[in-house]
């Protein structure tokens, strides 16, 4: 905390005085402005103030990426137990309201300590699983239709009335096993819970709600007393009474009544506000939403990328159990944290272009909007499910459908949920494609349960110019064929082009400011095909489709000065960034190493743009690069980045060994491992710190495939130890490094290692999963 407000922090204040910030100080969830754009509203503190105290809530808040998801997975450090805690404590009279109905809300699966989470979560967990979920899908999709039947000629409508927020009820209820009662009453009942929870009510609301919340408690009650009367009924509440029954000291009474009530709220209004959310960004993007009626595969990511831009879940409450630190700011113990996802979740630092809407991110999957850890959102799964139904029903029969111009959204004031309380669209039914194609109302796509995996994620392009970079390699510049703006990209970025049945990197060396990507190809006559593929098939016209780009190789440009290092094709990152590095007015030296010149691609522009900073090395002519000599041209305030073969990073790795950790960076093409498993493996035993599992990673399989089979999510890319995308964090346990990612410092000191190829090198290991 830099600036003085006068207003003193009350637990830093009492040593002399921590000042609360001017906009740390006026931080107001509960404001319209925050309400309409949280991430926008707290951009500041991502940037200057990533934990902060706020004054007028009482609570230090927590915006940036890295650091919700660390709040997230120490749930010893950071107690859950306040997550249902009441934001304003209620007046004298709200409480004597709420005494009259005996409301007497506890301990549910959401605010929880271990050891009792784990083993009630365990407990009741069967139901969650994708197979139990997949056999909801026609009910899920026939209510939807009865919905759509209902509205589809009248030209207008506002979602939220009339499908948003009753399917996700109707749904949860059933899940549960709960008659189906007085939707009207329950969803007073749900706001009331809302607002009572995580809302600021006036003492005229604090009344009215109240009262709301003790009669919906002694709801709860009244449905959990009939359905213990009916010992074999289905549903999840009916299994946790049977679970009550069974095992009566893990599964208690007092939780079941808590746990009614909580969960129908939990189970349906976070749904019902992200599919509200979703429909509302997808239209506000037309050409997003035109692309997603011509392919439906596209929905379940941008299912992910609509819960990530704009979750229902906007932010989540933890207490520090302990003194403690986060971001290098002292939290002390006893102290309120408010998490917020819905910062995170755009935060630059952790998803690049953060801001944008790209249903093509495959890492959309990583946003926090169902927390992380053990406490993760146990009903994702049925979350996701619904949506995409939703998505496709309307897209499929309503493409023509746009928001209706001029409305404006509000959202219930609460530091908790949002979406929009209203979602009004209009269409000309005349046009309705059903009209002219009656069966199209009832065709279905379906998607498999789960998250969607990146490797399904890919953005169609066409080739808009070929031509010849060098002998041997080809220049392709790809655009979107419907302009449709691409993510931003920063040098050292590659694409993964998919082409035929194969997919291989390449990195982008035209211009960031560029409409389309370009990229350079050296055919590898003695390669896996790939290559030769490309420079034998591609014309311009045709449609290809990528995922990306996504940069491992990060140009460190504030440093003031710089050596770059290119080995044939490796020029390709190396020139944009040199191009980078001119525009910065940086000092730098481009060292380019090849056979013969007709080889080397680019050489034309490296005279043109660099001519005075380039050193070329052609073999040929007996200009091989001293590397040793390079090296030593090293000062504190140089950074080295190299591209090239195996055997030049080899080379430039022991050279650059001894300086310090951050002075030298490469990006090798291949790694020289001859697949991922090798005959000599043996199995070894893995610890998962955070999701309290051991799992067995056997000869013959990766630790990937071990974890991801055991249901954790591990994002990985390249699953050729070349991209870093699979590190996971090393607690415990000595490692056989076998990736091209970490530095000789990073493997000595054995805390990270890519689960996509690495092993361990003893029989077990810890890690932070
Ligand atoms: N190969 C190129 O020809 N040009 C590139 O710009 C390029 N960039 C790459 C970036 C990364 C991060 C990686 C891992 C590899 C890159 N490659 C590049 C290598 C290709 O992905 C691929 O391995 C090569 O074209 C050989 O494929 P093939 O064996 O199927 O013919």
Known sequence: MTEQSGTGCPVHGRGGGCPVSPRAASFDPFAESFLADPAAALEWSRNEEPVFFSPELGYWVVTRYEDVKAVFRDNVTFSPSIALERVVPPSEEAMATLKRYDYAMNRTLVNEDEPAHMERRRALMAHFLPENLAAKEDMIRRLTREKVDAFVD???????????????????????????????????????????????????????????????????????????????????????????????EVVTDSYLHSMMMAIIVAGHETTSLASANAVKLLLSNPLVWE???????????????????????????????????????????????????????????????????????????????????????????????????????????????????????????????????????????????????????????????????????????????????????????????????????????????????????YSLCGSPSDPGYTIAVLREQDGRGGSRFIHETLKPGTMVRIRGPKNYFRLEEQAPRHILIAGGIGITPILAMADRLKALGRDYVLHYCGRARETMAFLDRVARDHGAHTVLHV???????????????????????????????????????DLPEGSYKCEAFTTGLDGMVHADDTAFEVDLADSELTLTVPAGRTLLETVRAAGIDVPSDCEEGLCGSCEVGVLDGAIDHRDKVLSAAERAEGKRMMACCSRAAGKKLRLAL
């Not at 090293?634 to 080379?651: F, K, M, N, V, Y």
């Open 619 to 657: 073999s040929s002519e007996g200009g091989r690069a001293d590397l040793e000599t390079i090296v030593k041209g090293w000062s504190p305030d140089t950074r080295i980045h190299a591209c090239g073969p195996e055997r030049l990073l080899d080379q430039l790795g022991l050279l650059c060994g």
């Open 154 to 248: 009248s030209g207008r409508v506002d979602l939220v009335e009339a499908m948003l927020w009753e399917i996700p009820l109707t749904v949860a209820l059933h899940f549960l096993g709960v008659p189906k009662e007085d939707m009207d009453a329950l969803k007073e009942f749900s706001v009331a819970h809302t607002v009572n929870t995580w809302g600021r009510p006036s003492p005229e609301q604090q009344l009215k709600v109240a009262d709301a919340v003790g009669r919906f408690w002694q709801y709860a009650g009244r449905v959990l007393d009939k359905m213990r009367a009916e010992p074999d009924g289905e549903g999840w509440m009916h299994f946790a009474i049977r679970k009550n029954a069974e095992m009566p």
């Open 291 to 505: 692309r997603i009626c011509k392919d439906p595969a596209l929905i379940p990511n941008a299912v992910e990328e609509c819960l990530r831009l704009e979750g229902s879940q906007m932010a989540w409450r933890r207490k520090a159990t302990r003194d403690t630190e986060i971001a290098g700011v002292v939290i002390p113990k006893d102290a309120k944290l408010l998490i917020v996802s819905a910062s995170a979740n755009h935060d630059p630092r952790h998803f690049e272009n953060g801001d944008l809407f790209d249903i093509y991110r495959d890492s959309a999957v990583e946003h926090l909007t169902f927390g992380y850890g053990s406490h993760q959102c146990m009903g994702k799964n049925f979350a996701r499910l619904e949506m995409r139904i939703f998505i496709e029903e309307l897209s499929r029969r309503l493409p023509h459908m746009r928001l209706v111009e001029g409305q404006t959204f509000t959202y219930l004031p609460n530091l908790a949920f949002r979406g929009p309380q209203r979602l009004l669209v209009e269409w000309d039914p005349a046009q309705n494609p059903e009209r002219s194609d009656p069966a199209l109302a009832g065709r279905t796509v379906s998607f498999p349960v789960g998250a969607p995996s990146s490797k399904e994620i890919a953005r169609s392009m066409r080739v808009a110019e070929i031509g010849d970079a060098a002998r041997g390699v080809k220049l392709i510049r790809l655009e979107d064929p419907d302009g449709l703006p691409l993510p931003a990209w920063t040098p050292g970025a590659h694409i993964d082009l998919l082409v035929g049945d194969f997919s291989r990197k």
